[in-house]
C-alpha cells in the first residue's frame, strides 16, 4: 500500500451531493470521507446543498461560533450557512449552503459566466440555474474562509454543479489550490444515451488528435453543463476524473487529459465477511424463492430445484446501461433452453427504479395469501408435532393414518378454499411487478421483453420480473434492502455501453455475487489491469469495446448460460474469487490517488 502524506494544512470537498442523496457522486463522498478524515483530520471539511428534505436525515447542526462573523457576512448577500457535522463515518465537519434568499441573483451570475467564461446559459432551465447559484455561493464562501485560515489550502469540485465555485476562485486570483472532478461528461452521456457511436468516435478522433466539435452540445441541448465542465477543466490546477474509461472521453470531449485518475472505492470493512456471506445468501436466496413462488405459482408450476437468480439494476438509462443487450441475450438463453429442452427456469430481476403510482393489486394479494398459507400451515405444524409426540408415547398407533385423519377432518376444507384461491388464476404472471405512471406500451423495458418473446409463459425457461421501485426491507412485494436482495441471488449483470465507473459491480463482488461487467465500464477496465481475468470467475469482463452488438450479445448469453449450469462447488469457489478481488477497490489503497492530486495542486499553486 502506497502512503503519500498530505501537504495541505485545510481540505475544502464541493459537492451537490454533501449530505443530499441524489447520484453516484453522493456514494463516493460518503464512502471516502474516513480515509479523508484520516488524513486531514479536524482539518476535513465538506460544503454541499442545503435541502430541507434530504439534510435533516444526516446533517447534525453544531455551534457557528467558529465561522460567525463569515456567516453573518455571507447573511447579508442572502446566503445562510449552517455549520455541523455530516452523520457518516469520519463524521466530517460540514458546512451547508442555502441559497432561496439569493435566487434573484441568477441572470448577474449567468452574464458573468458568459462575458468570463463564454457559458452560453441563455436556454437553461432550474436544473441548471439552482447548482450555479449554489455552486457561486461556495466560491464566495470559500474566498471567505481563505482570510480565515492560516496555511495552505487545497479545495475538490465535484463534477459542472460545483465547479463555478471553482471559476469564481480563479477569476479572483484565489491563492487556494483546485482540484476539479468530473464523473461522467454531460456530452458523452447524451450522446450515448441518443446510440451514437460513442466508442468508436472518441478512439478515432484521438487517433488523429482530434476532439469532438464543440457545437454538438447544442445539438443536444447540453451546451451551458459541457461550456462549465470545459472552464473548469482549463481552469482547474488540477484536472480528475475516475477511471482510464472517462479519461480518454474527457480528452476528446473537453479537449483535455486528466492530470489524475481517481478510481472509486469502498470501504470494505463494510461488508460482511464471506463466512457470513454464506448464511446470508442461504437466508436472503429462501426470501427471493418465497416472493418467486406467490408471484409464479398462482398461474402455474415453476422449477424451484436449486433456481438461478439473476439481478440487475441502477439508473433507467436503456443503452447505456446496457438493459437492451441484455433483454436480447436473455432472449436468445431463453430459445436454447427450450430447443435443448430444458426444465431449468432462471429468474431475472430489472430492478430499476422508475415512475409508478403503486404495486399491482394481483401481484399483493397473491403475496398476501401465499403468507396467510404459510401462517396457517406452520400452525398446523405445531398441532401435527404434538400429535405425533402424544401418539408415540401414549399409543403406539399407526402415525401416518393419524395425520392425514388429522387435516382431513380439521383442516382440509380451509386448505381447499386455499387452494382454490391461490392456483390456476387466467392469464401471465405480470412483467411488470407495479403499476407504471404511464402506459406499459410505451416503457422501453416491458416493450423490448415483450417483443423479444420474454413473456413469463409456462414453456418460457427465462422467467422476468421489471421491479420499477426502490428496493427496501419495508416494501410489501420483496422486503429485502439492496445488499440483502443482491446477496440472495446467483449472478448480476451490468452490461453497460456508457459506465464512467460502475458501483454496482463492485458492490456486487463485494457481496460474494458473481458478476458480471464490461471493459467499457471504468471498473471493467480497471479490473483488467490488476487482475487475471481468465483464471478468476468471480468476476467476468464482457468485451464490448471493438465488437459488435450482436457478437456482444452472444457472447453474455453464453456467460449467463455458463452460470445456469456451473456446479455447486464452481458457485461457491466463484464466490470466494469475487470477494477476494473486491479487496481491490477498498478506499483504504485508492484514497492515496486523492492525495496525490491535492500535493499537486498545492505544488502548482506554489509555482505560480
Known sequence: ???????????????????????????????????????????????????????????????????KIIFDEMLKLGIRCYYGVWDIPGKPKTILIDIKDYTSNINSIKGWLWDTYYIDSLYSDSWFDEPVIWSYACGILLEKMEKHFKGNIVSQF??????????????????????????????????????KPLVSMIEDGLKVGSIIDQKTAYDFNVQAKHQTEKACCENAGVFTTVSETTALESEYILGKKPDVVLPNGFNMSDFPKMEELSYLHKKNKNK????????????????????RIIMTSGRYEFHNKGIDLLIDSLSELNIRLKKEKSDKDVFVFFAIPSDVRGDKISVLENQSLYQEIGDYADEITFEIKDLIVDNIIFKGESLSKTVSSFIEQKHLGKLKRFSESFNKKDGLP???????????????????????????????????????????STERVLPLDYNSMITGCTLSVFPSYYEPWGYTPVE?????????????????????????????????????????????????????????????????????NAKEISR???????????IEAHNLALSKQNIK
Open 1 to 67: 500500500m502506497i502512503i503519500l502524506e498530505a501537504k495541505a494544512d485545510y481540505f475544502f470537498e464541493v459537492s451537490f451531493e454533501v449530505a443530499n442523496k441524489v447520484g453516484g457522486i453522493y456514494t463516493v463522498l460518503k464512502s471516502k470521507a474516513s480515509e479523508m478524515s484520516r488524513y486531514y483530520g479536524d482539518n476535513y471539511y465538506t460544503i454541499g446543498f442545503f435541502s430541507p428534505n434530504s439534510s435533516r436525515f444526516e446533517f447534525i447542526s453544531k455551534d457557528e461560533d467558529e465561522f
Open 158 to 195: 465535484h463534477e459542472w454543479m460545483a465547479g463555478i465555485g471553482l471559476l469564481y476562485l480563479k477569476y479572483n486570483k484565489s491563492k487556494i489550490a483546485t482540484v476539479f472532478t468530473t464523473h461522467a461528461t454531460m456530452l458523452g452521456r447524451s450522446m450515448a444515451a441518443a446510440n
Open 288 to 307: 427471493i424463492i418465497h416472493m418467486l413462488k406467490a408471484y409464479f405459482a398462482p398461474y402455474y408450476s415453476i422449477n424451484l430445484d436449486d433456481p
Open 430 to 472: 405480470p412483467l411488470c411487478s407495479a403499476f407504471l405512471n404511464y402506459s406499459e406500451d410505451s416503457d422501453s423495458i416491458i416493450s423490448s421483453l415483450k417483443s423479444k418473446g420474454l413473456l413469463n409463459r409456462k414453456e418460457d425457461r427465462v422467467k422476468v420480473i421489471f421491479y420499477p421501485i426502490y428496493i427496501s
Open 508 to 576: 456486487a463482488i463485494a457481496n460474494g455475487v458473481l458478476t458480471i461487467t464490461t471493459d467499457l465500464a471504468g471498473v471493467g477496465q480497471f479490473m483488467l489491469k490488476n487482475i487475471n481475468i481468465k483464471k478468476n470467475k468471480g468476476l467476468s469482463i464482457l468485451e464490448r469495446r471493438g465488437k459488435s452488438y450482436d457478437s456482444a450479445m452472444l457472447d453474455l448469453s453464453k456467460m449467463i448460460y455458463d452460470v445456469v449450469f456451473m456446479s455447486e462447488e464452481d458457485l461457491i469457489k466463484s464466490k470466494h
Open 584 to 594: 481491490l477497490v477498498d478506499w483504504k489503497y485508492l484514497s492515496v490517488n486523492y
